[in-house]
């Protein structure tokens, strides 16, 4: 597609549910990464999918958190027994994945709540 | 690891006049500084980046300066509009071949008054 794709837009869900968000990169797009940006904070890095090379899951908050991208293209981040903490926008980008580094092109998020 | 500081993180300023958001990193090996801007309801958008072999970018109104050796990077707005009210984010990251993660600052809310 013409960019990057994030479903759905919003989401709410109760305490202690699971969720998965979706993303879809722009075609060709090697690299992926997933932010989260809570209310009035900056943008979080969570994890970053490059090629197929593993995953760099050093910003993942605890292991209720996972993701999983099929394919090289579409990703899902999966969050299991949802918290309140974890209400927050989660942000996908993508980027070409060669040459020196570039910046990305964000989706326009998925607005998690947890009641 | 890295850390990106940003300030202000809020701003306000009338019409036509100039805006100035300043940001530090901490990681000597950084050598690209993008800046995104953030509209209500949307995703980052990237504005403007600049690479550590050059001290200064211009597009149109905006440009960006980076000063190596003291790791900070400011972003410059002239002459400003209410369209360029948005939240605006730096990052730093030090990618060679292929990307590594930005690292974000905090963001700042520019306000341009009418």
């Known amino acids: 597609g013409a960019g990057v794709s994030q479903s759905p837009s919003n989401k709410v869900t109760e305490k202690g549910k699971d969720v998965e968000l979706r993303c879809d990169p722009i075609s060709g797009h090697t690299a992926l990464y997933w932010y989260r940006q809570s209310l009035g904070q900056g943008l979080e890095f969570l994890i970053y999918f490059q090629g197929n090379s593993a995953p760099d899951k050093s910003g993942l908050p605890s292991d209720r958190f996972s993701a999983e991208r099929t394919g090289g293209s579409v990703s899902t981040l999966t969050i299991q027994r949802t918290q309140q903490e974890d209400s927050a926008v989660y942000l996908c980008?993508?980027?070409?994945?060669?040459?020196?580094?570039?910046?990305?092109?964000f989706g326009s998020g998925t607005r998690l709540t947890v009641v | 690891g890295e850390n990106v500081e940003q300030h202000p993180s809020t701003l306000s300023v009338q019409e036509g006049d100039s805006a100035v958001i300043k940001c530090t990193y901490s990681?000597?090996?950084?050598?690209?500084f993008p800046w995104y801007k953030q509209e209500l309801g949307k995703g980052p958008q990237l504005i403007i980046d600049i690479r550590s072999n050059v001290g200064e970018k211009k597009d149109q109104r905006i440009a960006v300066t980076l000063n190596k050796t003291a790791k900070h990077f400011s972003l410059h707005i002239t002459e400003t509009q209410p369209e360029d009210s948005a939240v605006y984010f730096c990052a730093a990251s030090k990618g060679n071949s292929g990307n590594t993660p930005l690292v974000f600052g905090k963001g700042t809310r520019l306000s341009v008054i009418a």
């Open positions: 980008a993508s980027s070409l994945d060669s040459g020196p580094a570039r910046g990305y092109t």
């Open positions: 990681d000597s090996a950084s050598n690209y």
